[in-house]
């Protein structure tokens, strides 16, 4: 079973709006939704938890609605924790409580895989998916990057340049 916890928990204050940047609307609908989109619709994805507060788990629900999205793989809710570390806690331990409430409950099983992705960041593929559950063979996890075009350089005493970095050896992920 591939599940995916989608966290849109975070409050954006670095960006000073009134909402969170998740749902901040771009293109008709909000950036969560985009996610939302490509996790409902991957063929390896087999249920989806959102971690979010309770005022805006409606309005996620009503922009699928108006994307048009089947709504089948959404299994539920968690709450947001104080950081992103408990908020992913807190969506595991919902995937475990709704299992636990079947008449044959599952568990998560060694062949199983949790799918974390942060829902401030619309633009997932399904490529990057696919490709994220095909590496995960053999590996106890795996992350997209990309590669670096910036030139980057080391500070060893964070005031002067040490050594200019081979950016085909460096990739950018999230740090979170």
Not at 30 to 58: G, H, P
């Amino acid at each position: 079973m591939n599940y995916a916890i989608l966290l849109s928990g975070g409050t954006g204050t670095r960006i000073g709006t009134e909402i969170p940047k998740q749902y901040i609307r771009a293109g008709g609908h909000m950036m969560v939704t985009y996610a939302l989109s490509v996790l409902l619709k991957c063929q390896f994805t087999d249920a989806v938890f959102i971690v979010t507060e309770n005022e805006w788990r409606a309005a996620i629900i009503s922009d699928a609605r108006d994307m048009g999205l089947d709504e089948s793989k959404l299994k539920g809710y968690a709450m947001p924790g104080r950081n992103r570390q408990t908020s992913i806690l807190s969506g595991m331990r919902k995937i475990l409580d709704v299992n636990a409430g079947r008449e044959e409950p599952e568990v998560i099983k060694e062949e199983d895989s949790i799918l974390i992705h942060d829902a401030a960041r619309p633009f997932l593929t399904a490529e990057m998916l696919e490709s994220c559950y095909g590496a995960l063979n053999n590996h106890d996890g795996v992350m997209p990057v990309i590669p670096m075009k910036d030139t980057v350089y080391l500070s060893r005493d964070g005031k002067s340049v040490s050594e200019l970095l081979d950016r085909e050896k460096i990739y950018a992920g999230d740090r979170k």
